[in-house]
């Protein structure tokens, strides 16, 4: 289990990020690294897929501890001047679904940095949030 989660941060850690959003792009990066204290620091490794031009869809593992269950959040983000919406879900349950904004800053080349407040409608909680990654 270790090394398959190794192997997924490492290459969370080499690929997601910014600019024009096209049909076809991959996305790999980090889900949120601040919504959590510094106790309970982890990476969420976010899978995505443009589908059709400015319009990406993903998924994102998460598990906070080993006694936690693995989750499986699924996401969109449609693009819009520099911009992008955002909605996810825990699984297919709309129970914790999330909306935010968010603007994806271009670091190095394909580097990026994602931030967004995202607002979680089954805990009505507004939260900032911030990922990262590679985008090819």
């Not at 192997?7 to 792009?25: H, P, R, S, W, Y």
């Not at 983000?77 to 992008?84: A, E, I, N, Q, S």
Request: proline letters at 1%; charged letters at 20%; a negative charge.
């Amino acid at each position: 289990m270790k090394n398959l989660i190794l192997t997924t941060v490492m290459l969370v850690c080499g690929i997601f990020a910014a600019n024009a959003q096209e049909k076809g792009d991959w996305y790999v990066g980090t889900g949120d690294i601040s919504n959590v204290g510094w106790t309970d620091w982890a990476l969420s490794p976010t899978v995505g897929y443009g589908v059709m031009d400015e319009l990406m869809i993903g998924a994102s593992i998460m598990q906070a501890d080993a006694d936690d269950d693995l989750s499986i959040n699924i996401h969109a983000r449609y693009f819009f001047k520099g911009y992008f919406a955002y909605l996810e879900t825990e699984g297919l349950s709309t129970d914790n679904l999330g909306l935010g904004l968010g603007k994806m800053f271009t670091i190095h080349e394909k580097v990026f940095v994602d931030p967004k407040v995202v607002y979680n409608i089954g805990t009505e909680t507004t939260n900032l949030t911030l990922g990262f990654g590679l985008k090819f």
